[in-house]
């Protein structure tokens, strides 16, 4: 077991309130943030930013989002308990904990192989069990589709057609798209078939890799 103090808890405490002064407004959402013990996804030597709002690398290359990232990708889904989310790019397993924290049933797929095993050993051991995949993310995950709501961790060039159509009858996915450096945040809705799009702010995500991001591995 990971030790989470009240010292811990204090610095989760600030974070939520700092989440409240950038416009993060879903009670739930902040609730689960001040639940997860994002101190237990950082390294000994980083322990001291784990409450910061920022991204932190966690080897392999790859990133943990910034708590703010996080809560506003979360809040746009309108995450209910028992909702079948699917979220592309498992990385550490922070965003995962945050949805099964909310209640949601969550598939999370990874497409780096070493990152996908250390997760998927990990996140279980704080108790939080979503079902792992590891594989390429941009084509969804067709065998357990539709979702009721999809969540994109990478920056995508483009909206992966798979993923639209994986997308169930009134879901949302909420995906940054746009070049390497940056992504505007979009919000998809599927209401009777059709597709209804949101632009929100820009981000910097790590590249979605695979046949419907920038291609490669
Ligand atoms: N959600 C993560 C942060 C993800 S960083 C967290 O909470 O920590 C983006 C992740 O997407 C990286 O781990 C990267 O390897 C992964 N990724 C990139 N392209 C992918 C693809 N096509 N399918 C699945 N995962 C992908």
Do not use: C
């Given at each position: ?12 405490n600030?974070l ?11 009670e ?40 703010y990232?996080v809560?506003?990708q979360?809040e746009k ?6 909702d ?8 550490s397993?922070y ?25 998927k ?16 993310g ?46 505007m945040?979009l ?12 632009e ?5 995500f ?12």
């Amino acid at each position: 077991m990971i030790e989470d103090n009240y010292r811990q808890r204090g610095l989760r405490n600030n974070l939520v309130k700092k989440l409240r002064l950038k416009g993060i407004l879903d009670e739930e959402v902040l609730a689960a943030i001040g639940k997860v013990p994002r101190h237990a996804f950082f390294d000994d030597a980083l322990l001291s930013h784990a409450y910061e709002d920022k991204a932190f690398p966690i080897g392999e290359g790859q990133t943990i989002s910034q708590p703010y990232t996080v809560a506003f990708q979360t809040e746009k889904l309108r995450i209910r308990p028992s909702d079948k989310v699917l979220e592309i790019g498992t990385g550490s397993g922070y965003q995962a904990a945050i949805l099964v924290e909310m209640g949601a049933k969550v598939y999370t797929i990874e497409f780096q192989k070493k990152l996908y095993e250390r997760t998927k050993e990990f996140l279980p051991s704080l108790g939080y069990k979503p079902y792992f995949f590891f594989g390429d993310g941009s084509k969804g995950i067709l065998s357990k589709a539709p979702f009721d709501k999809i969540i994109v961790t990478a920056g995508a060039p483009v909206i992966p057609t798979a993923l639209i159509e994986q997308l169930a009858e009134g879901g949302i996915m909420i995906i940054p798209v746009g070049d390497r450096e940056k992504q505007m945040m979009l919000k998809i809705t599927k209401r009777n078939g059709k597709i209804t799009q949101e632009e929100f702010d820009n981000f910097a995500f790590v590249p979605l890799l695979g046949e419907q991001g920038w291609g490669g591995k």
